[in-house]
T-cell receptor, first 113, second 112 residues
């Protein structure tokens, strides 16, 4: 069975640009959540979606947005990129959105220059 | 503000030693506590502990949840070099805003 897949694996963007990151959950999982991880820190929660509805939101600015599609895949969008947005972006899928085991993808390494 | 604190932040042991990693939390509307192992990129799921499942064991790894003390421990016995990794503790909150809050992690180094 395929695990959580994220694309792209690496990305370099310039300040002020926009970026879209993609995530496909494990087959049968209906919830996707997004995290930002900078070096030396644990992942920071950005969003959770379940059945295409936002179920949770972390303390990130409005430049960050996400959505979940009918096939349960998800996109994370970041506008007006800042140098501080450079990080590993992780996606996790869960069978439901109700505080169950969350399984992570390999992440997208975003570098903003 | 939800808070998850792990200790120690780093630990160096020799193969064969037993280690105990600690996690304490202050989370509104607690639902469950999860442990992960992170070696390169993706955190790998280890255990989930809830009010109805406060103790889990898998091979040399075991974990206990103490809901009274708002804490959990992860034990690793007979450590191996392959156990070297960052161990992350995370807590789900429920209610109107589901959120998974992570600690900073414990960096475990197992020397041969």
């Amino acid at each position: 069975d395929a695990g959580v897949t994220q694309s792209p694996t690496h990305l370099i963007k310039t300040r002020g640009q926009h970026v879209t990151l993609r995530c496909s959950p494990i087959s049968g999982h209906k919830s996707v959540s997004w995290y930002q991880q900078v070096l030396g820190q644990g992942p920071q929660f950005i969003f959770q979606y379940y059945e295409k509805e936002e179920r949770g939101r972390g303390n990130f600015p409005d430049r960050f947005s996400a959505r979940q599609f009918p096939n349960y895949s998800s996109e994370l969008n970041v506008n007006a990129l800042l140098l501080g947005d450079s990080a590993l972006y992780l996606c996790a899928s869960s069978l439901t959105g109700l505080a169950t085991e969350a399984f992570f993808g390999q992440g997208t390494r975003l570098t903003v220059v | 503000e939800d808070k998850v604190v792990q200790s120690p932040l780093s630990l160096v042991v020799h193969e064969g030693d037993t280690v105990t990693l600690n996690c304490s939390y202050e989370v509104t509307n607690f639902r469950s506590l999860l442990w992960y192992k992170q070696e390169k990129k993706a955190p790998t799921f280890l255990f989930m502990l809830t009010s109805s499942g406060i103790e889990k064991k898998s091979g040399r790894l075991s974990s206990i949840l103490d809901k009274k003390e708002l804490s959990s421990i992860l034990n690793i016995t007979a450590t191996q070099t392959g156990d070297s990794a960052i161990y992350l503790c995370a807590v789900w909150r429920g209610g109107s805003n589901y959120k998974l809050t992570f600690g900073k992690g414990t960096l475990l180094t197992v020397n041969p």
